[in-house]
């Protein structure tokens, strides 16, 4: 069994799962990060130094433009 209690680093519950077929499986009891992949997530040791996501408002303009040339 494994626990299903994941949430943000922000401490709110994620209730989305994208887990890969053969996840999470806490690997020696070690594994309560998660890292994600293409193909889906899978649960790391949070002492594994991966990419982060992080939510924020966009950047860009709000408008999509054509410029003929």
Same mark, same amino acid.
């Given at each position: 069994?494994?626990?299903?209690?994941?949430? /943000? $680093? %922000?401490?709110?519950s994620s209730l989305f799962?994208?887990?890969?077929?053969?996840?999470p499986d806490n690997e020696?009891?070690?594994?309560?990060?998660?890292?994600?992949?293409?193909?889906? /997530? $899978? %649960?790391?040791?949070?002492?594994?130094?991966?990419?982060?996501?992080c939510q924020g408002k966009?950047?860009?303009?709000?408008?999509?433009?054509?410029?003929?040339?």
């Amino acid at each position: 069994m494994h626990r299903d209690s994941w949430e /943000w $680093s %922000d401490g709110s519950s994620s209730l989305f799962r994208k887990w890969r077929e053969d996840q999470p499986d806490n690997e020696n009891n070690t594994q309560a990060c998660v890292g994600m992949q293409k193909k889906g /997530w $899978s %649960d790391s040791k949070c002492a594994n130094k991966l990419n982060i996501l992080c939510q924020g408002k966009p950047k860009c303009c709000p408008h999509k433009g054509y410029i003929d040339i």
